[in-house]
């Protein structure tokens, strides 16, 4: 048989492979999410650029179920792993060198993953291995059109993932004569018109995106950050080829082969990187996994020879084995017949066969509204809150639409207040579900609170608010179903909220607002914010706010 045959083979085999895994394993909460962007089509949203939108987006026209979500992501990873093969295949390899590259190529988990579950990170690879594919055909021979498709390529990076910069980045400091090349600032300059819708969008939305993975994302350092960082790279690589890319790296670091050293540049960018976030933060496993691309590379380059070869037996093709039993067993084991668990699907079922085709609101939980969504394509919305971080729902409000009409309210919190009639929905195996129905549903998360004037004396703050009232219908303080409290929070370790007196039968009218005085204890130079509760959710009104004693 001849090299390139097996290749194609063993290519449909890998796809094939990863359509089963994605009909039969249970959509992921984020994929849910990520459906959600789909359904909205826009230049931007609050997590993430565009690019999962559109692959949610062209998978919900071609197939139905698991696919709706997933169709496009594995004809996309099969298109990464081709470009790979073509990025190498400049000379010409037997079979042994293709089963060496499927072997590798397969073994690495998190890049193996991502064959089937769509998020970003699925673009993101793709347009990564079209970006080393044509850096290297630049190299060999530097093009306008090479370098117009480099910046084609990396619009597209961008709008798969925001760290794509480190890609250029890194690829840049391996080389950064390249620089001199008035191509290479062509395809940045192309790159940079082609994103600019998201840049306005960003703009127009008060940069949600930056606000979230630059400041919100952000906290204490612990030093169980940097100490977990390796070995959640070991599980996200394979130890064995995590282990040998860097040992390769360091070997090869004074290598003169320009291609060759952007690959060691960009493994060990990536891995040091992010291990320097962690100072100041937690940094999930997977945002390394553009790495994969030049790591599979180089592994394939080096591993040559009966030494390396014991390292693919040992090392490489177990885990390889181990992840093709994975995806054989896995949807198996998972499944609704096994029993093992009650699935996210009869869970979604059970409150839809309680609620009907009323809407449902789940409070502080963007993943339960975003699966109810896919699993019942019923109305479903979540509402932020203080304790919680902004969702796209915040940039939709879907909520406004059931403003003063039926809905369900699905919430644990239900019960720990001990809300008055709300229902235990039963789902199986010990797990239940607290629900209320509500005959006019009345959020308060759009309500916006600014404050006009203030005055200190002593430790009490009087604050002079104006509340803006966006919704359709009129907004109640003393609402029969949702009596709202006012409350002002300081940002302490955790949020301290202090209650604040509202003026009795309050009602803002639509589109309207009212003005009113309240008292709050002082904290001088601490930031603070002002929110509404209404029992199911303390929603954030205000923007942050800091008052300085003069």
């Known amino acids: 048989m001849k090299p390139k045959k097996l290749f194609y083979i063993l290519l449909a085999a890998w796809v094939l492979l990863d359509m089963l895994a994605a009909i039969f394993t249970p959509v992921h909460a984020d994929e849910a999410y990520y459906a959600l962007y789909g359904q909205f089509l826009d230049w931007g949203y609050y997590d993430h650029p565009p690019m999962v939108a559109l692959l949610t987006f062209f998978s919900s026209l071609l197939c139905k179920g698991n696919l709706s979500i997933r169709f496009c992501t594995?004809?996309?990873?099969?298109?990464?792993?081709?470009?790979?093969?073509?990025?190498?295949?400049?000379?010409?390899?037997?079979?042994?060198?293709?089963?060496?590259?499927?072997?590798?190529?397969?073994s690495m988990i998190m890049f193996s993953v991502?064959?089937?579950?769509?998020?970003?990170?699925?673009?993101?690879?793709?347009?990564t291995a079209l970006f080393f594919f044509l850096?290297?055909?630049?190299?060999?021979?530097?093009?306008?059109?090479?370098a117009l498709f480099m910046g084609l390529t990396l619009s597209g990076m961008l709008y798969s993932k925001y760290m794509a910069v480190l890609v250029v980045v890194f690829v840049m400091?391996?080389?950064?004569?390249?620089?001199?090349?008035?191509?290479?600032?062509?395809?940045?300059?192309?790159?940079?018109?082609?994103?600019?819708?998201?840049?306005?969008?960003?703009?127009?939305?008060?940069?949600?995106?930056?606000?979230?993975?630059?400041?919100?994302r952000n906290t204490s350092f612990s030093i169980r950050y940097p100490l977990e960082y390796l070995p959640n790279q070991l599980l996200v690589f394979n130890p064995a080829c995590l282990v040998l890319a860097l040992y390769f790296c360091f070997?090869?670091?004074?290598?003169?082969?320009?291609f060759e050293k952007s690959c060691i540049y960009s493994v060990v960018g990536f891995v040091f990187f992010f291990w320097i976030m962690t100072f100041k933060g937690h940094a999930e496993p997977h945002w390394t996994v553009a790495a994969s691309i030049p790591m599979i590379v180089l592994l394939f380059n080096q591993l040559k020879g009966s030494y390396w070869q014991l390292w693919m037996r040992w090392g490489v093709i177990p885990v390889a084995v181990l992840l093709l039993l994975g995806r054989l067993v896995l949807p198996i084991v998972i499944s609704d017949k096994a029993g093992l668990f009650i699935s996210q699907s009869k869970t979604m079922e059970a409150i839809h066969q309680y609620c009907g085709d009323t809407p449902v609101v789940f409070p502080s939980s963007f993943q339960e509204s975003s699966l109810y969504r896919f699993y019942t394509q019923k109305d479903a919305v979540s509402l932020s809150s203080l304790y919680g971080r902004q969702t796209q729902f915040d940039l939709l409000q879907l909520d406004?639409?059931?403003?003063?009409?039926?809905?369900?309210?699905?919430?644990?919190?239900?019960?720990?207040?001990?809300?008055?009639?709300?229902?235990?929905?039963?789902v199986g195996d010990g797990i239940q579900l607290f629900c209320k129905k509500y005959d006019h549903f009345q959020g308060a998360n759009r309500l916006r609170i600014e404050v006009d004037k203030y005055h200190i004396s002593g430790d009490t703050l009087t604050l002079d608010l104006l509340v803006e009232n966006?919704?359709?219908?009129?907004?109640?303080?003393?609402?029969?179903?949702?009596?709202?409290t006012l409350h002002v929070a300081y940002k302490f370790d955790q949020y301290f909220t202090i209650t604040c007196s509202i003026p009795d039968n309050i009602v803002i009218p639509s589109g309207g607002y009212v003005r009113f005085s309240t008292q709050t204890d002082y904290f001088p130079n601490v930031p603070f914010v002002i929110c509404v509760d209404n029992q199911i959710c303390r929603s954030v009104n205000s923007r942050p706010m800091v008052i300085s004693k003069l």
């Open 74 to 106: 594995v004809f996309l990873h099969g298109l990464t792993v081709w470009l790979i093969w073509e990025t190498l295949s400049s000379e010409k390899y037997d079979i042994q060198s293709v089963k060496r590259f499927f072997a590798i190529a397969f």
């Open 114 to 127: 991502y064959g089937v579950v769509t998020a970003p990170d699925a673009p993101l690879l793709f347009f």
């Open 135 to 146: 850096y290297k055909k630049y190299l060999v021979k530097s093009a306008w059109t090479t």
């Open 173 to 216: 400091i391996s080389n950064w004569r390249v620089l001199k090349d008035p191509k290479i600032w062509m395809a940045g300059v192309l790159a940079i018109i082609l994103f600019l819708p998201h840049i306005l969008w960003q703009l127009h939305h008060d940069f949600p995106s930056l606000a979230y993975h630059l400041i919100a």
């Open 251 to 258: 070997k090869n670091r004074k290598s003169q082969d320009l």
């Open 400 to 426: 406004k639409a059931l403003q003063g009409k039926p809905a369900t309210v699905v919430s644990p919190i239900l019960e720990q207040l001990n809300v008055q009639n709300t229902q235990n929905v039963y």
């Open 470 to 484: 966006p919704y359709d219908v009129p907004f109640y303080f003393n609402h029969p179903e949702f009596v709202n």
